[in-house]
């Protein structure tokens, strides 16, 4: 996906797109926020992690879709991020994670035991009862 950057820009007017570069900026802006709500739910539970850009790093894109397992990637074109990964384990995009976080079972999608106490815990106490 090509980075292109919305500040900066004096007069800058959305209706000036073409409608394939509308459809970009919007996909672009809905995968911001998909990041950001990744990003922002390891960083309030303390959970350690490196952000890979793929935008900027050729490297870093080659590997992610290289790494994203063949039956997880899209019928056509590239798996888009957020894609997660414990290390060099696939883990799952967002819609896994949004998944696993409705269901209180982030930690177990991660690959991280649940802290004591907390909802995903209890719930796997509850299983095991």
Known sequence: MPAFYLWGEENFEFQTFDMST???CLLWFKIKKK???VLGFLEANKIGFEE????????NRKWMRENVPENSRPATGYPLPPQIFNESQYRGDYDAFFEARENNAVYAFLGLT?????KEAEAQANQQA
């Open 22 to 24: 509308e459809v970009t």
């Open 114 to 118: 649940a802290p004591p106490g907390s």
């Open 52 to 59: 890979k850009d793929i935008a900027a790093n050729e490297e």
């Open 35 to 37: 990041q950001q709500d």
